[in-house]
């Protein structure tokens, strides 16, 4: 309720101020609205969405998800042209810091909660609000999202792989959804000028979470039930829990890495058959199973990027040391859920 009051009421106050953010738009994201977060809703995303028209992409690495943005001539969104560094590229440094500064401004006005801006987090594409609700803080991450009407680029081609999961129909009605980018800077850049952005699929996730059966009425009052939804949440509690273990080993990890992982087999194993309820330990431990292979061969392919690997080959040691965590936990039948 905290967080429907603050967004909703600084979405308007920036719009109102006209300019480059007038035409934002607000559009929930990640676990919580996906309905697989855990323990306490305490953590938030939301993407802050402006939608361009003539943009080039030029990708800035051979990961083909990091793109340096260029207006083609006569944009319609001329007010974004400030944004530009001297290169001519979209910086999304300067525009972050500018709506930072603008919501580091409207906080103030909220009467009915205590809502501050945390310091900045190198290298993050969040504006970080933290709202006052005692015992517990909640924390909202805003981030700054273009939408571009541009063809998904070829990097994107043999991703998504869905169709005996979702259905070919469902596949191409994805690919011809919008562009969605967000201001990430790219850490392989030898010098960090703020410029890049990465692709962001967060949209097409929310969909497939919401949608996820491979018959229609999954998990509706009249459907099935699956364990899908569970399977996800058990990997990312564990991962957590490790996590607050062993917060210096694996601070690389984050629960995106276990979604990842997750969506990968649910086209491995693309049937309502093989998620039923009753099977959740089963299903778990096949999950678990393929991630720590991702682990141990220090290869996890993105879900959409497919040549972008999300776990590097220079990491191999802390990635060897995650496994050999989930391994313990599996030949000991998790001592850390019991604690």
């Known amino acids: 309720d905290l967080v429907k009051k603050v967004v909703p009421h600084l979405v308007q106050t920036i719009r109102s101020r006209g300019g480059a953010f007038s035409s934002i738009e607000q559009q929930s994201a990640g676990s919580y609205y996906e309905r697989v ?36 001539r006569n944009p319609k969104e001329k007010y974004l042209l400030r944004f530009r560094d001297e290169e001519g590229k979209l910086s999304a440094f300067k525009m972050l810091q500018a709506l930072r500064e603008i919501i580091k401004q409207e906080v103030r006005n909220i009467e009915d909660a205590e809502v501050t801006v945390t310091r900045k987090k190198a290298g993050s594409p969040a504006i970080t609000l933290q709202i006052k609700n005692p015992p517990l803080d909640i924390s909202v ?24 999961w979702l259905g070919t129909k469902a596949r191409r009605d994805l690919k011809y959804t919008s562009l969605y980018l967000v201001a990430k800077q790219n850490k392989r850049e030898k010098v960090l000028r703020g410029n890049t952005w990465r692709l962001s699929f ?15 009425t999954c998990c509706e009052s009249e459907g099935t039930k699956c364990c899908r939804k569970s399977c996800l949440k058990l990997l990312k509690y564990l991962l957590e829990q490790l996590k607050m273990k062993h917060s210096k080993e694996l601070e690389k990890f984050c629960s995106y890495h276990v979604k990842t992982a997750f969506f990968h087999c649910c ?31 220090s290869q996890l392919p993105h879900f959409f990027i497919p040549q972008y690997n999300l776990f590097s080959l220079e990491d191999k040691a802390s990635n060897h040391f995650l496994a050999r965590q989930i391994n313990q936990e599996l030949n000991n039948r998790f001592p850390i859920f019991q604690e």
């Open 202 to 216: 967060s949209h097409i996730e929310k969909y497939m979470m919401t949608n996820h059966g491979h018959s229609r």
């Open 141 to 164: 991450d805003i981030i700054l999202t273009l939408e571009v009407q541009h063809s998904w680029p070829p990097s994107t081609q043999d991703g998504i792989k869905i169709k005996q």
């Open 37 to 72: 977060k855990i323990s306490k809703p305490n953590e938030f995303d939301i993407m802050l969405v402006i939608p361009v028209e003539r943009l080039q992409l030029d990708e800035s690495d051979d990961t083909g998800a990091f793109y340096y943005l260029t207006f083609k």
């Open 267 to 297: 086209v491995m194993w693309p049937n309502d058959t093989d998620w039923i309820f009753g099977d959740l330990d089963h299903c778990f431990q096949k999950c678990l199973g393929y991630f720590v292979e991702c682990l141990q061969n």
